[in-house]
């Protein structure tokens, strides 16, 4: 009876434990040959934390953001508003740096066209028509099952995606506060125009409706292949709330210190 009811137990904690299990994720991403990069993904409790060539941490019920340089030990942090003036600001000192460098002739040149620059974003480009096939191809990615999709833009393959309906991230992650951080967080009518903005698109590759992307591979405009992002682990564990936090003997970096740190990058 008593070993009965310490496997019942066991059982019952076990479930407890996956309930509240996050997701860690390791993808490889390829742009050619030689370049290669790698990024791990936590997922629990609307925190996510990608960490590659540099750390960042979203805390959605905190509404922050973390940029986290681990080789200097430094750390940026704020609220999606606050990141997207500072990156603004970031812009502005770079380019006031690279005039200030340049021969006048040069630095002439570069002013007409950064106005040139400027009018093109302010005219948003016609909408693409965007496509989104369910093949009857499947693949084997990381031990599951990918469904092939394919993403038609104008009539032209622009994307291949394998989406696996068992794994789904977003089940921890509140899709509608994400959504509002990235669109608060990026500039004004970035993608506007873009296939990536289209809701045909953001259903399947940005918010993962359909579940997680496995692998990606993208293609230029002549039909070439361009970059290939694949996941190569998946593990679904209860992560510690310390993954999410900056370690404390970081410095916090005020927003000049960031900016300049950036700049010499």
């Known amino acids: 009876m008593k070993k009965k009811k310490l496997f019942l137990a066991f059982i019952t904690l076990f479930l407890i434990s996956q309930a509240f299990a996050g997701w860690v994720i390791e993808e ?13 993904n936590y997922v629990q409790q609307n925190k996510v934390k990608s960490v590659g060539s540099r750390t960042t941490i979203i805390n959605l019920e905190k509404g922050i953001f973390y940029f986290i340089v681990s080789e200097r030990e430094t750390y940026w942090s704020g609220t999606p508003i606050e990141f997207r003036k500072l990156m603004e600001e970031g812009k502005k000192m ?3 740096h690279q005039l200030k460098n340049m ?11 950064m106005k040139t ?10 909408k693409q028509k965007v496509e989104v096939k369910k093949t009857s191809g499947k693949a084997k990615i990381a031990g599951y099952s990918g469904q092939k ?16 309906a068992d794994i789904m991230p977003q089940d921890e992650i509140d899709i509608n506060k994400l959504e509002q951080f990235f669109e608060t967080m990026n500039e004004p009518n970035k993608d506007e125009g873009s296939y990536k903005s289209s809701p045909e698109y ?15 591979i993208t293609y230029d405009e002549h039909g070439m292949e361009k970059s290939v992002s694949e996941t190569v682990k998946i593990e679904k564990k209860n ?9 404390k003997n970081y410095k916090k970096l005020n927003d000049e210190e960031f900016i300049r740190g950036m700049m010499k990058q």
Not at 103 to 113: D, F, G, L, S, V
């Open 103 to 113: 021969p006048p002739e040069q630095r002439e040149a570069y002013k007409q066209y």
């Open 149 to 164: 999709y394919e993403i038609w833009v104008d009539g032209k393959l622009k994307e291949e995606l394998w989406v696996c």
């Open 117 to 126: 620059r400027e009018e093109e974003v302010k005219t948003v480009p016609p």
């Open 239 to 247: 992560i510690a709330d310390s993954e999410f936090k900056v370690p």
């Open 202 to 216: 953001e259903k399947i590759a940005t918010y993962m409706e359909k579940g997680y992307k496995l692998k990606k």
């Open 28 to 40: 490889m991403s390829s742009y050619g040959e030689e370049q290669k990069t790698t990024e791990i």
């Open 94 to 96: 770079m380019e006031e």
